[in-house]
Protein backbone atom coordinates (compact mmCIF):
# COMPACT_ATOMS: atom_id res chain seq x y z
CA UNK A 1 0.00 0.00 0.00
CA UNK A 2 1.51 3.37 -0.53
CA UNK A 3 -0.11 6.77 1.30
CA UNK A 4 -0.27 9.92 -0.58
CA UNK A 5 -0.62 13.30 1.43
CA UNK A 6 -0.96 16.38 -0.76
CA UNK A 7 -0.35 20.06 1.16
CA UNK A 8 0.17 23.67 -0.29
CA UNK A 9 -3.36 24.60 -1.60
CA UNK A 10 -4.42 28.39 -0.91
CA UNK A 11 -6.70 30.92 -2.32
CA UNK A 12 -3.91 33.17 -4.25
CA UNK A 13 -4.84 35.93 -6.84
CA UNK A 14 -4.76 35.94 -10.68
CA UNK A 15 -1.60 35.88 -11.99
CA UNK A 16 0.08 34.22 -8.62
CA UNK A 17 1.97 31.34 -7.91
CA UNK A 18 1.31 28.03 -5.75
CA UNK A 19 3.55 25.26 -5.07
CA UNK A 20 1.70 21.75 -4.42
CA UNK A 21 3.23 18.93 -2.74
CA UNK A 22 2.48 15.37 -2.68
CA UNK A 23 4.50 13.14 0.24
CA UNK A 24 4.07 9.47 -0.49
CA UNK A 25 5.14 6.76 1.98
CA UNK A 26 4.16 2.87 2.58
CA UNK A 27 5.31 0.60 -0.09
CA UNK A 28 6.65 3.17 -2.79
CA UNK A 29 9.57 1.11 -3.97
CA UNK A 30 6.83 0.36 -6.74
CA UNK A 31 5.63 3.71 -7.90
CA UNK A 32 7.00 3.98 -11.25
CA UNK A 33 4.54 6.94 -12.68
CA UNK A 34 2.95 10.14 -10.46
CA UNK A 35 1.06 13.01 -11.22
CA UNK A 36 -1.62 15.81 -10.79
CA UNK A 37 -5.54 15.69 -11.44
CA UNK A 38 -8.60 18.55 -11.03
CA UNK A 39 -11.65 18.17 -10.35
CA UNK A 40 -14.56 20.43 -9.55
CA UNK A 41 -17.86 19.50 -8.03
CA UNK A 42 -19.91 17.88 -11.23
CA UNK A 43 -16.71 18.20 -13.33
CA UNK A 44 -14.95 15.54 -15.00
CA UNK A 45 -11.28 14.80 -13.22
CA UNK A 46 -8.44 15.95 -15.51
CA UNK A 47 -5.41 15.20 -15.74
CA UNK A 48 -2.95 17.71 -15.18
CA UNK A 49 0.68 16.89 -15.35
CA UNK A 50 2.75 13.39 -14.69
CA UNK A 51 5.92 12.44 -14.56
CA UNK A 52 7.77 8.77 -14.46
CA UNK A 53 10.81 7.79 -12.29
CA UNK A 54 12.99 7.97 -15.48
CA UNK A 55 11.90 11.39 -16.09
CA UNK A 56 9.02 11.19 -19.05
CA UNK A 57 6.80 14.42 -18.20
CA UNK A 58 3.22 15.47 -20.02
CA UNK A 59 0.93 18.51 -19.20
CA UNK A 60 -2.53 18.80 -19.94
CA UNK A 61 -2.50 21.66 -23.03
CA UNK A 62 -4.45 24.18 -20.47
CA UNK A 63 -1.28 24.17 -18.21
CA UNK A 64 1.65 23.68 -20.27
CA UNK A 65 4.18 26.69 -20.00
CA UNK A 66 2.83 27.74 -16.77
CA UNK A 67 3.05 24.38 -14.62
CA UNK A 68 6.05 21.97 -13.88
CA UNK A 69 5.77 18.70 -12.56
CA UNK A 70 9.40 17.64 -10.68
CA UNK A 71 10.04 14.72 -8.62
CA UNK A 72 12.24 14.30 -5.24
CA UNK A 73 12.90 10.91 -4.96
CA UNK A 74 15.21 11.11 -2.25
CA UNK A 75 12.48 12.93 -0.27
CA UNK A 76 9.22 10.63 -1.71
CA UNK A 77 7.88 13.63 -3.03
CA UNK A 78 6.19 14.88 -5.86
CA UNK A 79 5.54 18.51 -6.71
CA UNK A 80 3.78 20.90 -9.01
CA UNK A 81 4.83 24.39 -9.44
CA UNK A 82 2.03 26.75 -10.43
CA UNK A 83 2.71 30.21 -12.20
CA UNK A 84 0.37 32.64 -13.92
CA UNK A 85 -2.76 31.00 -12.25
CA UNK A 86 -5.76 31.68 -13.61
CA UNK A 87 -9.52 31.51 -12.34
CA UNK A 88 -10.10 28.87 -14.43
CA UNK A 89 -7.45 26.64 -12.27
CA UNK A 90 -9.43 26.78 -9.54
CA UNK A 91 -10.25 23.17 -8.62
CA UNK A 92 -9.27 20.25 -6.03
CA UNK A 93 -6.19 18.75 -6.99
CA UNK A 94 -5.58 15.60 -6.04
CA UNK A 95 -2.32 13.33 -6.43
CA UNK A 96 -2.05 9.91 -7.69
CA UNK A 97 0.55 7.11 -7.85
CA UNK A 98 0.93 3.69 -10.28
CA UNK A 99 3.13 1.16 -10.47
CA UNK A 100 2.54 0.96 -14.15
CA UNK A 101 0.36 4.25 -14.39
CA UNK A 102 0.12 5.89 -17.68
CA UNK A 103 1.58 9.68 -18.26
CA UNK A 104 -1.63 10.37 -20.25
CA UNK A 105 -4.36 9.06 -18.42
CA UNK A 106 -5.90 7.54 -14.82
CA UNK A 107 -5.10 4.10 -16.04
CA UNK A 108 -3.11 2.44 -13.87
CA UNK A 109 -3.33 5.03 -11.46
CA UNK A 110 -3.00 2.41 -8.23
CA UNK A 111 -3.35 5.59 -5.44
CA UNK A 112 -5.13 8.67 -4.55
CA UNK A 113 -4.35 11.28 -2.04
CA UNK A 114 -7.38 13.23 -0.60
CA UNK A 115 -6.75 16.86 -2.38
CA UNK A 116 -5.98 20.17 -1.83
CA UNK A 117 -7.99 23.07 -2.91
CA UNK A 118 -6.58 25.74 -5.28
CA UNK A 119 -8.89 28.63 -5.03
CA UNK A 120 -7.86 31.77 -7.68
CA UNK A 121 -9.98 34.62 -7.57
CA UNK A 122 -10.09 37.61 -10.21
Known amino acids: QVQLVESGGGLVQAGGSLRLSCAASGSIFSINTMAWYRQAPGKQRELVAATTSGGNTNYADSVKGRFTISRDNAKNTVYLQMNSLKPEDTDVYYC????????????????WGKGTPVTVSS
Open 96 to 111: AAGRRGSLYSSIGMDY
